[in-house]
């Protein structure tokens, strides 16, 4: 025991000492990425809000790219900018630029707020093959600043856009404040309200008559918001259109029940958060997850058509933000192994009779995790796949274009691994 907390006290404080020494490499990656092509005034389509409208020194959007401004609730004319391919549909085409469209992605970006670097992540691989479309959530600190953060705000219009506060977005939050010419008039609107809108728009059989899929896609905080949304968005598959929710590195996962990959009880009473969500059921439950959402059971969540995806070489490296004791303790520094927990975990509680045995986490988990079954005592359904994706880090646009990332994009069956030991298996508990 001793020796234990000694060992995590030292990797803690190593850990803090190379934090305070460099600045994050992971926001001075989010600035450099930026490619941003002039392109004048001139636009494809003649659909969207006059130019006179758009934030003056905004520069163009990236390539495939332009900015519409998405209104999700009628109580506030406040808007939410959408970076969207040219296959997205405004009103004003009355549905014809929509029927050939039979798939659309919502990209969900991550903590950088970075709608941009989520397009251009996604669009080489799905093209104007459907709709693709990208919320972008900003932040009160945003405003005024062309980057905050490593975040590239420049298409922030503080006169209309929602602003959510920084980590609220990911993880269901209500918006915290409208445009400064347009309030929120008291309009409670959660970031997934904001995808639930999109999903409505797109299920218009007005605009889309022969849309069959819906792809929504997150990487790190996205993919959080994706882990989320799969369990407690409202968007479901009915006999029109067939959903996929693919979590690509997210920094840690929904947990049912107070089971987690630790030592004993020892890390878990140093935080007693660690099942405050998003990570568990205990603390401040967002309004939209106890209210608008579907609270669905755990055996219909893995009934669900879900990707996870993991990069071999997203750990820990010296330098990095220490996570969350809440994250930790779902299975130590790496994004890597904490995924893999998330991953046993589900298929140990649905029996899903998988071979787990080469995952992290495994051994503590299968003595502790309790088995859900259904009534009769049989399995439960599970449409769950995951991946581990060789040779890439905590990187979107790497994870996106590796083999398991365009079959999860483009192909509608899941993703085929065989578990096997690859990458850095050198195991950092906590
Ligand atoms: C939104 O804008 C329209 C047009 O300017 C206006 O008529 C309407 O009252 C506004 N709605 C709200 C909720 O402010
Ligand atoms: C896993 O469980 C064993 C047995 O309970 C324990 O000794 C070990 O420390 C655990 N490992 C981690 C990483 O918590
Ligand atoms: C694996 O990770 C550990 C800890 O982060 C590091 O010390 C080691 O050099 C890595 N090994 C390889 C082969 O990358």
Redesign the pocket.
Known sequence: MISTSFARMTLLLLAMIALQAMSSPVSAAAGRRHSIHHQGQERADGHELPLTQLPRRAPAPPDGAHISQHKPS????ATVPIFVNKAWVDKADGGKAGRGITKAWIGLHGKGRDGVATFQDLYPIVGSSGALIIPNFYAPDDIGHSTTDGVHASYLDADRNMLWNKEGWSVARDAVQGGRK?PL?GAQISSFDVVDSLVERLSDKGLYPNLKRIIIVGHSAGGLFVDLYARFGKSTSDGNIKFRYITANPPLNYFEDRTRPVDGQDYLAGCPEYNDFPAGSSGMIPRYVSTTGKRMSFAKSVSRDVIRLAGSRDVYKAGYEVPRCDAVAQGGLDRLARNQNAWVIENLRAKSGKDLSMYRGYQNLTSQAKPVATDAGAPLLFKRTFAIVPGVGHDSGKMFSSNFGRQALLSSSGVSYTPHLEGNQSYVPY
Not at 74 to 77: D, L, M, S
């Open positions: 009628k109580v506030t004319n347009r008039n």
